[in-house]
């Protein structure tokens, strides 16, 4: 049976409505004492989004350097930044920026963002994670793991620790899609993260330190995500403030978050 005139014209309204819904972007920049790197970054940011609705969302972690102030004299138009009084950690400098997006966002179907602040993560990647969003996925990664990447100025003894863990991961908390579970460029869609959100609250993310990224992506798989990778060059040559990272600690974290999410899987 052929549908009436008036419920085609419905239907075709409400695929064009949909079509023609573009997903604001809104970018979360974690922080904490990067210097003319943060501003770097935000500034070509300025420039690759220029065909896009969106925010630059600084998250401020207790910067003790010159960081804002620098930020504050480039007066970019996009950014506005969230203080945290204080260090407190990755985690929580995460958490805070992805609440904030969920909440600002005017739609489930916008976009956010998330990558470093240090000027390794390029943000012409974020055309490409935006399409495969928009083409179905709930989170996508930008992979140090998949076909086509390259990690450039890495020390060799981080980055065979970092390919240990993708496959400690990889094995013991298997995710479908995934094979880069820490890196931090990612690209979520809001309607996930609200959800998340309205189960976990404030302890959507428990994890103060790098160990933090496995532990949110573990979380959100749990809601049946879809999830995509897409190869990324990580320009850790191009890094311009000191690695903020304490390698034992972090494997420690790891193991035991890891042995969390084994039990009560």
Known sequence: MLPTATRLDEV??????????VPELIVVLPAYNESEALVSTAWELEQVLSEYTFRILVVDDGSTDES??????????????????QNRGLGEA????????????????????????????????????????????????ASRYRY???VIGLEWHREFLSNGASWLFRMLVPIKNVKDYTCGYRAYRVSLLRKAFAKYGDELITETGFACMAELLIK??????????????????????????????????????????????
């Open 148 to 150: 086509g990447a390259q």
């Open 12 to 21: 075709l309204s409400m695929l064009a409505s949909k079509h023609t819904a």
């Open 68 to 85: 804002m102030e620098l930020l504050e004299r480039a007066s970019l138009p996009h950014v506005e930044v969230i203080h945290h009084p």
């Open 94 to 141: 995460i958490e805070t920026g992805l609440k904030a997006a969920a909440e600002m966002a005017r739609q489930d179907g916008d976009i956010v963002i998330v990558m470093d602040s240090d000027f390794t993560h390029t943000p012409y990647l974020i055309d490409r994670m935006v399409r495969t969003v928009r083409a179905g996925n709930d989170i996508v990664i």
């Open 220 to 265: 959100l798989a749990r809601f049946g995500a879809i999830i995509c990778e897409v190869p990324m060059v990580l320009r850790y040559d191009k890094k311009r403030s000191t690695s903020k990272m304490n390698i034992l600690r972090t494997i420690t974290k790891s193991l035991r978050m890891l042995t969390k999410f084994m039990l009560i899987r």
